[in-house]
């Protein structure tokens, strides 16, 4: 490979040609400050417009400043990182963002973590020569959608979510719009995100630094519900949770927290402490005796769709009614974990304690954004009372947890109750890329050729890339998957299935870059690929430690087919645990009335 | 969300699909395809702009981006009699501001705004390539040179005219 020679601030370094100025001074021990940039590791997502100029620096011999983050290393460079001009500089550049940015830091959901705040106490900003003008930037108004606030007030046009939402999505919901002072990211036409094709993903919220892109905080209703006595509380964890919420208090990534969440949730006073991974399970019985079905009809020649695709996640049902409305019959019409657990909390665990179904708050916490809008979804209301009252993020329990005075380090370790609390470790998978089809494969190998699995560990559906493919042997029969994350992979795929040039049984979709593990409502990683690749690992070891791990085996989802369901895809489950999928693309149609 | 079904009349999505093909539906021909959907409609109303989209395969957002971000493109409709006065440096220095002004306050209408008859736009531009008559303006086509805001009442009043 070829390389360059060059010095920054005095010293000597070589580093490979195409380098930026930016990563060569890393290597040196440099952190030159950036606001815009935003490199993620691992998951092939760069944003580098080059826009903010927090991060110039002086090169000999060029008249002007240069940005470190898109200046490639040249020849013999001299680079000064620190002088007075750069600093000089830098503050302006920075006065200048922040004479029309709000100050209202501390009331921002965003403090303590904002990117904004942190290069202002790191340039020690005082006073403010520049005063912008308060008017242009009050005319955005702040808007709520079920999942997500947008204060463009607080956008500093670094553009990150759009490139998420445009480059690692291809959802297109956002873009650059207006120009100077008015210029923020928004809709088409400024419109609410409801009238966008958005899919409450949330890895717009993920790489935001400031303020401007936040999550709908339900903290307040989840206490008000607790504190509430004529209620019955019922909270559900996501997998993903377990191997994320420990950095919210220190801890390294990848801790698995399972033991100490459960305490937190208890000691909060949640009346019912239980778990995803437990509807987990029951979602691959529904989901694997699908896929078993139409496999069946297919090898005896009957007409079926193929492949099916998992429903486990909302921003990719959101997904595909937007842009792929015509495969809408392709995805299982398994409810998603979140919606399962949900409707048998407030159906058949509602009946064994007594509780009136208006009486019972049903609460999730999810490493997603998009689950606060599923949990809104008609379908999954019964009489307008919701199956899923309030879904939390991650980042909400943290907070939760440290307002209520609990040292969440020295929680000792808590089980969760029975019996919507034992699962297996086919469910824990479902937290990242390739669980939730390995999880089927566990279960549909067994069912499909009544012989015990040869080995648990599917190695081959496992890893980070964006679209993976394994063929699985069933004894005999050789089953196509296909994986795909970050919902720019998905899209591939589907066009791939439009196209016909597609041979997959079976598809597993998450809409987040590295499946729930990197959700849009994990504690901030700031672009550290390290952390979403620990957090994957332990995901894996959570599994490992699981005694039992194939969902069919798990004794409380078979008590309840026993008791109450009857049989995986039969009548009742039909009626709780499935769903349908709309049409909703938006397309221009000629008026023939005019 | 629920399913958005926008109308459009024949003649209107007809001409637009014509424009994307002239320009073999590329992406990168967005900009020269808003232009002329904005000469053929005399503005980009939001409809225009997602068929604009759907047949280029961008998003509306982005189409949007584009339209929003330069002046020269509007969601506004444009009046029977488009007005526009030059604010290039020649004009300027020769008081075009004055010009500008004494149009906003004979019209009612602030620069990017239509009256409510739909009769008068007014917009500023940059130079139309006829300095020496200093400060101009255009009023449907038709440049006035040398211009005094007392002129402004007439050359209106003119157009008024030939409405009775």
């Known amino acids: 490979m070829d390389t360059i020679k060059l010095t920054i601030d005095n010293r000597e370094i070589e580093v490979p040609k195409g380098t930026t100025i930016l990563n060569a001074a890393k290597k040196l021990g440099i952190s030159i400050p950036t606001l815009c940039h935003f490199e993620f590791k691992g998951m092939d997502v760069h944003n580098k417009p080059g826009g903010c100029r927090i991060c110039v620096v002086e090169v000999a011999g060029r008249r002007n400043l240069a940005p470190a983050c898109v200046t490639e290393c040249m020849p013999d460079m001299v680079v000064r990182t620190n002088s007075m001009r750069v600093i000089n500089a830098r503050r302006t550049v920075l006065e200048l963002m922040l004479s029309d940015h709000p100050n209202d830091c501390l009331q921002c959901a965003k403090s303590g973590k904002c990117e904004l705040q942190a290069l202002a106490i790191r340039f020690g900003i005082r006073t403010n020569p520049f005063v912008g003008p308060d008017h242009v930037q009050s005319s955005y108004q702040i808007e709520v959608s079920p999942s997500i606030i947008r204060d463009m007030n607080k956008c500093v046009m670094c553009r990150r979510c759009e490139m998420m939402c445009n480059e690692m999505q291809t959802v297109g919901a956002l873009s650059a719009i207006e120009r100077g002072f008015p210029a923020v990211v928004s809709t088409a036409f400024n419109q609410h995100l409801d009238h966008s094709p958005c899919t409450f993903c949330g890895q717009c919220v993920a790489v935001c630094p400031v303020g401007a892109l936040t999550e709908v905080d339900n903290t307040a209703k989840v206490i008000r519900a607790i504190v509430d006595p004529t209620k019955k509380t019922v909270v559900q964890v996501a997998p993903a949770v377990r191997v994320a919420l420990g950095e919210e208090f220190g801890m390294k990534p990848g801790s698995i927290v399972t033991g100490k969440l459960t305490a937190a949730l208890k000691a909060l006073g949640f009346d019912y402490v239980f778990d995803t991974d437990w509807s987990a399970d029951l979602t691959i019985m529904e989901e694997g005796t699908e896929l078993l079905g139409r496999l069946g009809k297919f090898l005896k020649g009957e007409p079926v769709k193929l492949p099916i695709l998992t429903s486990c996640c909302p921003a990719w049902v959101n997904f595909f009614e937007h842009q792929f409305p015509e495969l809408k019959d392709l995805p299982s019409t398994a409810k998603s974990p979140q919606q399962m657990f949900g409707a048998i909390a407030k159906s058949y665990f509602a009946d064994k304690i007594n509780c009136k179904r208006e009486d019972m708050i049903s609460v999730s916490v999810m490493p997603c954004l998009a689950k606060k809008y599923e949990c809104g979804r008609d379908e999954f209301k019964v009489n307008g009372n919701p199956d899923v009252d309030f879904s939390i993020t991650t980042r909400e329990l943290a907070a939760l947890i440290k307002q209520a005075n609990i040292d969440f380090t020295q929680l000792p370790d808590e089980e969760f109750d029975s019996p919507l609390g034992e699962s297996t470790g086919a469910a824990v998978i479902f937290g990242t890329t390739g669980g939730v089809i390995e999880a089927a494969v566990r279960t549909a190998y067994e069912v499909h050729t009544g012989k015990p699995l040869p080995k648990i560990d599917f190695e081959e559906l496992r890893g980070l890339e964006g679209i993976r493919s394994a063929t699985i042997d069933f004894d005999g029969l050789p089953i196509n998957i296909g994986i795909a994350h970050g919902l720019k992979n998905a899209r591939k795929l589907l066009e791939d299935i439009k196209a016909g040039k597609c041979n997959f049984h079976a598809i597993e979709i998450m809409a987040c870059p590295g499946g729930c593990i990197d959700g849009g409502g994990q504690p901030l990683h700031h672009g550290n690929g390290d952390i979403i690749k620990a957090r994957w690992e332990a995901i894996y070891q959570a599994d490992k430690n699981m005694p039992i791990r194939k969902s069919h085996e798990n004794p409380s989802i078979q008590a309840i087919y026993k008791e109450f369901l009857g049989e995986p895809c039969g009548h009742k489950s039909h009626e709780l645990l499935h769903t349908h999928y709309f049409d909703k693309q938006t397309t221009v149609e000629v008026d023939l009335n005019k | ?164």
């Open chain 2, 1 to 164: 969300m629920d399913k958005i079904i926008i109308k459009m009349k024949k003649e209107v999505s007809d001409k637009i699909i014509e424009i994307c093909d002239r320009f073999n539906n590329a992406p990168g021909e967005l900009i020269n395809v808003l232009h002329q959907t904005q000469d053929f409609l005399g503005y980009l109303p939001a409809e225009a702009q997602e068929l604009i989209a759907e047949r280029l395969h961008i998003p509306t957002a982005k189409v949007y981006g584009v339209v929003s971000f330069y002046s020269f493109f509007t969601m506004v409709p444009k009046g029977k009699y488009p007005v526009s006065v030059c604010m290039g440096t020649a004009c300027y220095v020769r008081g075009a501001e004055k010009i500008l002004d004494a149009f906003e306050k004979e019209l009612g209408i602030m620069p990017g705004e239509t009256d409510k008859d739909g009769l008068f736009s007014l917009t500023s531009l940059r130079c139309v390539g006829a300095c020496g008559l200093a400060p101009v303006a255009l009023v449907n086509g038709k440049v006035y040179g040398r211009l005094a805001p007392a002129n402004v009442k007439n050359i209106v009043q003119e157009y008024r005219d030939m409405e009775k």
